[in-house]
């Protein structure tokens, strides 16, 4: 796509804001209890800018998931779990500080480029936003692609990725997540080993600092070790936080509703530094009501400012997904927050709607992936990668 006039990629779905990811996620959660969020947070965080090794990306175990590569990769393996460690001697050039060293100077003038990919089957929208000075890029919210009925797990739009990167000459810095998705696996692990041997460093996945309580939630509600997902996220970025893609400033916005741990980037253009609003979303009407927040605080936004959305499910009035609308078109046309909608209305719309919706397709193999970062689990005895589905046995004890 063409460069854009002041670009918020929210990633909150403002037009359609599909409830059944955050309804899901927010009963596994109740379900999973929050004690010992402090100590998970210290944990993690004084891991969150180490560097893994590069020997750590071969596979560590004899057996290994085969997958099918395309592209641009053919060699790459996603490997599980391993343990971080400082940045390498070798590779002391490329660590944030000296990357923040060689930075040039913001220039608001200049405005990113964003090319959005669509993957049909989680209806996903994936970016990459780049600064067309230096080149330099970051990718959001990429797509490992997950066949449930053979348990296969394939690359081709991560592939693709990969592909318009290599074809655009662009080096990847940041590997972004706005949150932990429920309805769709990572391509994170993959895109960043990947990148490292394309690149000779690594692209650092960054996701919200409220990461770490969610991890932790969902590690004891699948019976996880902390040691899983310990180090696989590489950096956390506080609320408010601005961070640089090349001549690009960009800045993490929090905007709880659709998962606790949500943030957008604010990319391109003025910067304006929204309230901080805590998350509260222990429970469905919690959820709506920081729902109804976080939109308004994005329609705050100037009217021309373009919102670049998570997902998209065409109704059949609309055969094609689109993958932003304006401010002023959501403030005329979205029925969830156009003007004159108060917070009661949407909070009951919301409820309405989402009673009516199943849980995501691919909820269980989507959260255990992303608390890892899209790394593989750990591979059973017998050589298995294993993941683990709860049963509805209702009031049955045999």
Sequence with gaps: MAPTSSSLLGRQV???????????IQSLAATAGSSGSQHVCRRQNRS????????????????????????????????????????????AKFSTAQMEQKLPIPDPIVQPIIHDLYEEQTATWQYIVADPTTLAAV????VLDYNALTRTISTQSADKILSLIEEKGYKVDSILETHIHAD???????LQSSLYRKQ????????????VHVQHLFRRK???SEDETEGVFNKFLDDDETFRIGALEAQAIHLPGHTPD???????????????????????????????????????????????????????????PVPFLSVGEH???????MDGNTKDEFVALRHDRDSKLAEPRLLHQSLQMNIRAGRLPRPSPLGDRMLHTPLNVGVLDI
């Design 262 to 320: 949500h943030m957008g980037f604010k990319i391109g253009g003025k910067l304006s530094t929204p309230p901080h609003v805590e998350s509260s979303a222990d429970k469905l009407a919690d959820a709506a009501e920081d729902l109804y927040t976080s939109g308004r605080k994005l329609l705050d936004f100037p009217e021309d400012v373009r919102l670049w959305t998570g997902h998209d499910y065409p109704s059949g009035s609309r055969g094609v």
């Design 222 to 224: 699948y019976g996880l």
């Design 48 to 91: 969150a800018l180490t560097v893994p090794s590069p020997a750590s990306f071969k596979a560590t175990e004899s057996r290994v998931v085969d997958v099918s590569f395309k592209g641009i990769c053919p060699g790459a393996k996603l490997c599980s779990s391993v343990s971080s460690g400082s940045c390498p001697r070798h590779m």
């Design 14 to 24: 403002v037009r359609r804001l599909p409830g059944r990811a955050s309804r899901s």
């Design 184 to 190: 769709h696996i990572t391509a994170a692990r993959y």
């Design 139 to 142: 990718i959001i919210d990429s």
């Design 200 to 211: 000779g460093y690594l692209p650092l996945i960054t996701v919200g600092k409220r990461i």
């Design 331 to 337: 403030k005329a046309h979205n029925k969830h927050l």
